[in-house]
């Protein structure tokens, strides 16, 4: 675990000099946030109205955690990463080393994302309070838990994207499958919860990466319940050993085809 | 006793291949084509401990996807191979502990940080204690003169400055076994020399086995005692380098630009491979002319430029061909 620990650290201090770019960066962020803000705005006549069991506070702190998560994830730039050191055959020389290669890519991206997602965290709060001038009722022991669920949310995202990444190896453009997992995500968790949907759909849902990734921490941060979050941190688990398997098998199903440029 | 063991190693390339344009693009979709391609092709050699065995070959010759083998990054086809006893495609992880690689053609090293905090990175990933690394990094500094730009960050070194470092990086974990792969591409000649002083005086300071690809046959000449040829995937000769160099790197090309026209004829151990007037290129044979006695021959206040090299290792790979017929 300690080199790990030291591969996460030494990616932290590698990204230091990148902060500004995070800020430069935000600035899309909270055009979008703002749409959103707007149309939701629109769409409820009275704030206080309950739209699925969401009024309008809810609504727009919901987007705002959704739309943090995504955005601090760098999803697409993970997956073409991998993508490219699979195709370049880069991929190998993390090979003869003596680490996981999955574990070596979740810790570099996680220490990738670090600074990013905490400089984020405070823009986006800072953005919701002025929207909507308050945060949800929550007590410290609510938000730790509602933190770890998005860390555990990050940590099985990245797993995902990585798996994606990986299918390189069999496939010439792995990023047309993070395209289309990308875009289940975002409407079907991000932009609304999983109760706007129907029926049939809410429960296919609510057994689909979304609830983990996305759903879960933005519905506690709104709507904090034990029973919510017990049910969500053990749907995180299953989904993160889930999220690992299917790396780690994708990869080494891979890394046998392994064509290196110049032999 | 051997460090490497390797017996009818083979390795082949599956590659796909397309027919011209937009039409070829698009059958290539449906029905796509491979060709095979025998990159390594049956081969056995062993290396003992200690020993600083160069490897080479012309470009495609098979060595890197070779070295690629022993280091476990590809899987073989066919054969065995045991390096420190271990077969590197099913005990990777402890063989990485005992070996160390560095690839001249990329880099291991993370930019944004400098050297110091690189060299600790890789002790951390072979879980060397820290007090361990720092007296590591301390004395491999000092053997290999780093310490005017440990702290500054990797991206800011020159060429020469960064390969030293990526050569400490791989030996942080004192590795049994050091396989560099073309470790002076790119090089000018006085970085070149330097970097093989540095590599000849780690091998007699850690008794590190070196096993080492280059197409540079100045490598091979300054550092190695055994040389293994390579070419079209196969051994073409596995000699001492006082065998190769008495038969053939025994010839030096002189390439000469003159201030006047000089008339010179094929002599004993000169041959003239080219004469334009005020450019002349000659074959030297040292076995029976020195270069200076060559040099005397082109009167040196008549030349204006000069250049000397070795026998390109094409030209030697066909003579040991031409000699084994």
Known sequence: ?263 | MSVIEVKNLSKTFKVKIKDKGLKGSLKAIFKPKYKLVKAVKSIDFSVEKGEMVAFIGPNGAGKSTTIKMLTSILYPDKGKIKVMGLDPAKDRKKLAYEIGTMFGQKEQLWTHLSPYDNFKFFGAIFDIPEPVVEKKIKELSMLFELDEFINTPVRNLSLGQRIRCEIVASLIHEPKILFLDEPTIGLDPVVKENIRTLIKRMNKEYKTTIFLTSHDVGDIEKLCKRVIIVNDGQIVLDDSMENLKYHYLNKKIVDAKMKEKINLDDEDGITILKDKGYNLKIEVDITKRSISDALKLLNPDNIIDINISNVPLEDIIANIYKSKK
């Open chain 1, 1 to 263: 675990m300690r080199k790990y620990l030291f591969i996460f650290k030494t990616q932290i201090i590698s990204n230091l000099q990148y902060v500004g770019n995070v800020l430069i960066g935000f600035i899309g962020n909270f055009v979008m946030l703002f749409i959103l803000f707007n149309l939701w705005k629109y769409l409820y006549s009275d704030p206080s109205e309950l739209i699925n069991g969401y009024n309008m506070f809810q609504m727009t702190w919901y987007v705002i955690i959704t739309e943090l998560l995504w955005m601090s994830l760098g999803g697409r730039k993970l997956v073409g990463k991998i993508s490219e050191d699979v195709i370049t055959g880069n991929v190998a020389y993390n090979i003869n080393k003596p680490y996981s290669y999955v574990g070596y890519v979740l810790a570099t991206h996680l220490g990738d994302i670090f600074i990013k997602s905490i400089v984020l965290s405070i823009l986006f709060m800072i953005t919701g309070l002025v929207f909507l001038g308050g945060f949800p009722s929550l007590t410290l022991v609510n938000v730790l838990v509602i933190i770890l669920t998005m860390i555990l949310a990050t940590v099985i995202s990245t797993l995902f994207a990585s798996s994606i990444g990986l299918l390189a190896f069999f496939f010439e453009n792995s990023r047309s499958f993070w395209w289309l997992y990308s875009k289940f995500i975002l409407i079907l968790g991000t932009i609304f919860p999983i109760e706007f949907f129907p029926g049939v759909l809410q429960k296919i849902l609510s057994f689909s990466p979304v609830f983990v990734s996305s759903y879960g921490p933005a519905k506690l941060f709104v709507d904090f319940s034990w029973s919510t979050a017990w049910e969500i941190l053990l749907a995180q688990l299953i989904y993160l050993a889930i999220s690992y398997g299917i790396c780690e098998f994708i990869y080494r199903k891979g890394v046998r085809k392994i064509n290196v440029n110049g032999g």
